[in-house]
């Protein structure tokens, strides 16, 4: 199996655009079981470099349901990944090694929603802190040699502490 090659590049401002024709083919392919949907991760803050890969964030009403839209999933070019290690998600990935989307569905209420919205809002209310999470993302991604596990141990103690931040923060995530 050939390696992804992991690369960190300057915001594109094409991303949003991206994220939105992915989000409107998501809501004909879901249709009544969406709930809202989200462009999430580091290409959704502006400015911010990142993985050209576009994040999205799908609360769902029935969770479970999800396991019967594999097969029309596949067909638009995702991989079903199941929990893929986070309990009560259901993961997608499009593109193979040249990946271009993720999907992160999970129940509305989940608390992992939370943590994605106010982290994205966060870095978006702080820009001199998403340049910090850029420029040390651009400095792992040096020395990570395209191990995923390393590049995100990396960021791992960055995004932990201000995780906290932007929880503290949190009333405000419902207004962007």
Known sequence: ??????????????????????????????????????H???????????KPIIDILVEVNDINELDNYTDIMQSHGYKAKGE???????????????????????????????????????L???PHIAKEYGDLKKQVVKICNNDIDKYCHGKEAFIIHHLVEA??????YMTE
């Open 1 to 38: 199996m050939i390696k992804r090659i992991i690369e960190v590049v300057e915001y594109d401002s094409q991303w949003p655009a991206l994220y939105q024709t992915e989000a409107n083919l998501l809501n004909n392919i879901l249709n009544g079981n969406i709930y809202r949907i989200h």
């Open 40 to 50: 999430i991760g580091s290409t959704s803050v502006e400015y911010l470099a990142a």
């Open 84 to 122: 893929f290690g986070i309990t009560g998600r259901r993961y997608f990935q499009k593109g193979g090694n040249n990946r271009t989307h993720q999907v992160h569905a999970f129940k509305v209420g989940d608390p992992q929603i939370v943590k994605h919205l106010a982290f994205r809002n966060y």
């Open 124 to 126: 978006r209310r702080h």
């Open 167 to 172: 929880l503290k923060e949190y009333p405000n």
